[in-house]
């Protein structure tokens, strides 16, 4: 009779939910640890793309997704005094919704359900203070003294990944791309069937469903790299930074009060980061995964959906093989075209979306079909 195999897994976002739910589908042993006292989430909200609902669907859920979220009927684009530049109306692929999107919220409440129900047991208010490693596992001491021995360790610690600095130092820390993103839930006019991209000089807004109540306002601008803001200066900013645009996005803008809230919840600012940690992402049978190995910035809704993927190859080559270090150098083969692909076109997206100069931006438009049909190519293909 097989020996059961034992997994930790840190972290318990959407990377860290969706590596432990698949690995106790498969009978593994897992424990999650989690460093917050709730088991809540940050954010807003998140679209999931053709390939993020075909990980969903492999992690059981997706009919809860679907639900949950909203399916809007495509995008239309603006500049910033309202005048339509296009219209984006996709096909749905043979297998799932070409989108989806939903309040972080309620994709958080839909994974921890389907963690608990593949036996998962999350413990709240901890983490991992050491680890040691043995001829065929892991032993590790938690910060509340106690101590488990592991056949792996799945790090899905986020973009600060504690884990990423403890194995590779601060050479991998996340990357200042000069740009920061605004989001803020706000309620959602019932005519609205389209999210709606604004481009104006100074930044890009976008208004993005998250159920048939809520959408929210993401609006993303340039920043001077080590930039930080007070919750005191939001609203004022924000409201700075949309001034000249009409429409939903004047109409948004004009709703924010001075204390920095919204109408829906606190207004959310970050600096826009990357992660780009070289192969392999693990060190004997301690592995990254999401974003602590790869953050990437919003342009293509791409960040949950690539954790998931993690995730999920990640579970099947472990399947497929006794050995982890064998499972873990095939899925770093699988993982990293991918990821790298996905990184790339996200960055070029936001470089050009941000661009001043209207000849280069009207050449990266030119080729805007192209490109999203190259995307939607790579990412129809298995993960």
Same mark, same amino acid.
């Given at each position: 009779?097989?020996?059961?195999?034992? %997994?930790?897994?840190?972290?318990?976002?959407?990377?860290?939910?969706?590596?432990? @739910?698949?690995?106790?589908?498969?009978?593994?042993?897992? &424990?999650?640890?989690?460093?917050?006292?709730?088991?809540?989430?940050?954010?807003?909200?998140?679209?999931?793309?053709?390939?993020?609902?075909?990980? *969903?669907?492999?992690?059981?859920?997706?009919?809860?997704?679907?639900?949950?979220?909203?399916?809007?009927?495509?995008?239309?684009?603006?500049?910033?005094?309202?005048?339509?530049?296009?219209?984006?109306?996709?096909?749905?692929?043979?297998?799932?919704?070409?989108?989806?999107?939903?309040?972080?919220?309620?994709?958080?409440?839909?994974?921890?359900?389907?963690?608990?129900?593949?036996?998962?047991?999350?413990?709240?208010?901890?983490?991992?203070?050491?680890?040691?490693?043995?001829?065929?596992?892991?032993?590790?001491?938690?910060?509340?003294?106690?101590?488990? @021995?592991? &056949?792996?360790?799945?790090?899905? &610690?986020?973009?600060?990944?504690?884990?990423?600095?403890?194995? /590779?130092?601060?050479?991998?820390?996340?990357?200042?791309?000069?740009?920061?993103?605004?989001?803020? %839930?706000?309620?959602?006019?019932?005519?609205?069937?389209?999210?709606?991209?604004?481009?104006?000089?100074?930044?890009?807004? @976008?208004?993005?469903?998250?159920?048939?109540?809520?959408?929210?306002?993401?609006?993303?601008?340039?920043?001077?790299?080590?930039?930080?803001?007070?919750?005191?200066?939001?609203?004022?900013? =924000?409201?700075?930074?949309?001034?000249?645009?009409?429409?939903?996005?004047?109409?948004?803008?004009?709703?924010? &009060?001075?204390?920095?809230?919204?109408?829906?919840?606190?207004?959310?600012?970050?600096?826009?980061?990357?992660?780009?940690?070289?192969?392999?992402?693990?060190?004997?049978?301690?592995?990254?995964?999401?974003?602590?190995?790869?953050?990437?910035?919003?342009?293509?809704?791409?960040?949950?959906?690539?954790?998931?993927?993690?995730?999920l190859v990640l579970a099947a080559e472990l399947d497929a093989t006794r050995s982890?270090?064998?499972? *873990?150098?095939?899925?770093?083969?699988?993982? =990293?075209?991918?990821?790298? /692909?996905?990184?790339?076109?996200?960055?070029?997206? *936001?470089?050009?979306?941000?661009?001043?100069?209207?000849?280069?931006?009207?050449?990266?438009? %030119?080729?805007?079909?192209?490109?999203?049909?190259?995307?939607?190519?790579?990412?129809?293909?298995?993960?």
């Amino acid at each position: 009779m097989s020996r059961e195999r034992r %997994a930790l897994v840190v972290g318990a976002g959407i990377g860290g939910l969706a590596a432990a @739910t698949a690995l106790g589908g498969r009978g593994w042993s897992v &424990d999650l640890v989690e460093i917050k006292q709730i088991n809540t989430t940050v954010g807003v909200g998140l679209n999931h793309p053709a390939n993020a609902l075909r990980a *969903l669907r492999a992690l059981g859920v997706l009919e809860e997704v679907v639900a949950k979220g909203y399916q809007y009927r495509g995008i239309r684009r603006y500049d910033q005094s309202g005048s339509l530049i296009a219209v984006f109306e996709p096909e749905n692929p043979p297998d799932v919704p070409f989108q989806i999107s939903m309040t972080r919220a309620d994709l958080h409440d839909i994974m921890t359900a389907a963690a608990e129900k593949a036996g998962v047991r999350i413990r709240l208010g901890g983490s991992w203070r050491s680890f040691t490693e043995l001829a065929d596992g892991v032993r590790v001491v938690f910060t509340d003294g106690a101590v488990g @021995t592991y &056949d792996l360790v799945v790090a899905a &610690d986020g973009i600060r990944s504690a884990m990423r600095a403890h194995l /590779f130092g601060g050479r991998y820390d996340p990357i200042e791309t000069g740009y920061a993103c605004w989001r803020m %839930a706000v309620p959602r006019p019932p005519e609205l069937t389209y999210s709606e991209y604004w481009n104006g000089a100074a930044a890009k807004a @976008t208004v993005i469903h998250l159920n048939r109540d809520l959408m929210y306002l993401l609006v993303v601008e340039q920043t001077e790299p080590g930039f930080r803001l007070d919750r005191g200066h939001m609203a004022d900013r =924000l409201r700075g930074r949309l001034a000249g645009f009409g429409g939903i996005i004047g109409r948004i803008r004009d709703s924010i &009060d001075s204390s920095g809230d919204g109408l829906h919840g606190h207004i959310h600012w970050a600096p826009l980061q990357e992660v780009v940690l070289p192969a392999p992402w693990y060190r004997g049978r301690v592995v990254l995964i999401g974003d602590a190995a790869h953050a990437v910035t919003p342009h293509l809704a791409q960040g949950a959906g690539m954790a998931m993927e993690d995730a999920l190859v990640l579970a099947a080559e472990l399947d497929a093989t006794r050995s982890v270090p064998d499972a *873990l150098a095939a899925f770093m083969a699988r993982r =990293l075209p991918r990821v790298r /692909f996905v990184q790339d076109h996200a960055h070029a997206i *936001l470089l050009n979306e941000m661009e001043s100069d209207s000849a280069r931006k009207a050449a990266f438009a %030119a080729g805007l079909g192209a490109r999203q049909a190259e995307i939607t190519r790579v990412l129809a293909a298995p993960a």
